[in-house]
């Protein structure tokens, strides 16, 4: 995979992002911390594992390295504008990072906790983990009772994370 190929492709996350911050202020405040799905995480840990492994794996494609602790970023959020505050910190990390990216680091190794995986099949796995666990986050909305904002409706994100034409 080329740079070129993962800028064109990390644009359309970009967007993505723009309705996931309006997913987690679509949470009710005072729920953050619900289980709203029996034996699954609650939308603050479900929150923190998708920013976070975003994050984490953009930044290991630079370092050859990918580490992953969850906790103390669970601990420092008490609230819902912390979560969104926490959110937006990891995208602009994994989006430094990306932009740092060489061809060469794409075609290099990362080192993960389960063994190496080839860089450019983990940028996908950003991708992938982050757009299967907002599915879920939709779905916690629902059951806490409020709106997810449409899946499609970059327009309605905040000016930089609208389609760059309308931007």
Not at 13 to 41: E, F, Y
Request: hydrophobic fraction near 40%; aromatic fraction near 8%; charged fraction near 30%.
């Amino acid at each position: 995979m080329k740079k070129s190929t993962v800028i064109r492709i990390w644009d359309l996350m970009r967007l993505r992002h723009g309705i996931g911050l309006r997913c987690i202020d679509a949470l009710p405040g005072d729920q953050i911390d619900a289980r709203p799905v029996k034996d699954m995480r609650t939308p603050k840990e479900l929150v923190v594992h998708m920013y976070m492994f975003m994050r984490t794996a953009a930044e290991s494609l630079l370092t050859g390295s990918l580490t992953h602790d969850e906790k103390p970023e669970l601990a420092r959020i008490r609230t819902k504008q912390d979560l969104v505050e926490f959110a937006d910190r990891s995208w602009k990390a994994a989006d430094a990072a990306i932009a740092k990216v060489t061809d060469a680091q794409l075609a290099a190794t990362v080192k993960a906790p389960w063994g190496e995986i080839r860089a450019s099949d983990l940028f996908g796995w950003i991708q992938e983990e982050y757009l299967h666990h907002r599915g879920q986050l939709y779905a916690f909305i629902r059951q806490l009772g409020a709106k997810p904002p449409e899946n499609w409706d970059f327009e309605g994100s905040a000016p930089e994370y609208q389609p760059k034409q309308h931007a």
